[in-house]
């Protein structure tokens, strides 16, 4: 088993930044693939990035691709999303989650789910 645990959302104005975190517990050697992915009221929940743990390969949504960077450090068991230029639109829950398999932005790829966090960005 897996333990996620993100931090670090909160509310900012458009244009502003906010740095995620999601430290990983447990056997995190299972895992190949750390990803974030977001949920707005009333919408499914959609691919942001993600990145291999091994080779740091990184792979980003469309709307976020220039704004967002995905990191990781293994060394802490943590993966961080830098989220710059924020737009309102890019309000949700962020969810930190993690793959035993190599994959990209499917949903059902994924096999460890942290409790989320929330971000508000305001116009």
């Known amino acids: 088993q897996v333990q996620l645990v993100e931090s670090g959302g909160g509310l900012v104005q458009a244009g502003g930044s906010l740095r995620l975190s999601c430290a990983a517990s447990?056997?995190?050697?299972?895992?190949?693939?750390m990803g974030w992915f977001r949920q707005a009221p009333g919408k499914e929940r959609e691919f942001v990035a993600r990145?291999?743990?091994?080779?740091?390969?990184?792979i980003y949504a469309d709307s976020v691709k220039g704004r967002f960077t995905i990191s990781r450090d293994n060394a802490e068991n943590t993966v961080y999303l830098q989220m710059n230029s924020l737009k309102p639109e890019d309000t949700a829950v962020y969810y930190c989650?993690?793959?035993?398999?190599?994959?990209?932005?499917?949903?059902?790829?994924?096999?460890?789910w942290g409790q989320g966090t929330q971000v508000t960005v305001s116009s």
């Open positions: 989650a993690a793959s035993s398999r190599v994959v990209a932005g499917i949903v059902r790829g994924y096999d460890y």
């Open positions: 447990g056997r995190t050697d299972s895992t190949y693939v």
């Open positions: 990145i291999r743990r091994s080779s740091g390969t990184t």
